[in-house]
């Protein structure tokens, strides 16, 4: 079974004013126009490039993640009981 992590947002438009910065915490990059930001329900990093979120989360959360996807296993067999 391919257990997949779908991150439950909509995209809303914001400006760097709105957001208090214009540097992704995980890279240090500038974000540039358009570029799809999220942060981290793990931690206080702050605001990360959604794809620098991905590596955050699976270089330092690790184990949050399989928690999750033991929590989300254990919930489908209740499920079917
Ligand atoms: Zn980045
Ligand atoms: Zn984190």
């Known amino acids: 079974m391919t ?3 779908w ?4 995209l809303k438009p914001l400006s760097n004013y709105d ?5 992704c915490k995980y890279c240090n990059q500038s974000f540039e126009d358009r ?3 999220t942060s981290c329900e793990f931690c ?4 990360m490039h959604s ?3 991905d590596d ?11 928690r999750k996807i033991e929590l989300h296993k254990d919930r489908r067999l209740h499920d079917f009981q």
Request: proline residues 0%; aromatic residues 6%; charged residues 20%.
């Open 51 to 53: 794809q620098c979120a």
């Open 3 to 5: 257990i997949v992590l």
């Open 56 to 66: 955050h989360i699976f270089k330092n959360h690790t184990m949050e993640v399989q």
């Open 7 to 10: 991150r439950e947002c909509w």
């Open 19 to 23: 957001i208090q910065t214009d540097i």
């Open 35 to 37: 570029d799809i930001i």
């Open 44 to 47: 206080e990093i702050g605001i």
